[in-house]
């Protein structure tokens, strides 16, 4: 079983920053890391994910150049660097992780990943 809880979203002005954690507990090792996002009204999308070995990462088409994820595997901690934030990022943020076999592989389907975090609200204001 993996434990997840997300920390940092809060209200920016479109044009700022905001840096997600998303620190894991329990059996973390081996784990692909995601994260999602989810706006009122709408499904729950994948925005990031990166590998175990934090090596392979894969990206939103558009997110890329300004979100950033990576990992701490001796903190047990997924981060998502956000810049430049736009009010069509609004959402709620969920961290979502699943067990590998392989060092660097990732997955954008939501369907593939079995730990989920209880969400981050991110509101930029325009």
């Known amino acids: 079983q993996v434990l997840l809880v997300e920390s940092g979203g809060g209200l920016v002005q479109a044009g700022g920053s905001l840096r997600l954690s998303c620190a894991a507990s329990g059996r973390t090792f081996s784990t692909v890391m995601g994260w999602f996002r989810q706006a009122p009204g709408k499904e729950r999308d994948f925005v990031a994910t990166i590998s175990w070995s934090g090596g392979n990462t894969d990206y939103t088409d558009s997110v890329k150049g300004r979100f950033t994820i990576s990992r701490d595997n001796a903190k047990s901690t997924v981060y998502l660097q956000m810049n430049s934030l736009k009010p069509e990022d609004t959402a709620v943020y969920y961290c979502?992780?699943?067990?590998?076999?392989?060092?660097?592989?990732?997955?954008?389907?939501?369907?593939?990943?079995?730990?989920w975090g209880q969400g981050t609200q991110v509101t930029v204001s325009s």
């Open positions: 979502a992780a699943t067990r590998t076999s392989g060092n660097n592989w990732v997955s954008r389907a939501s369907d593939q990943y079995y730990f």
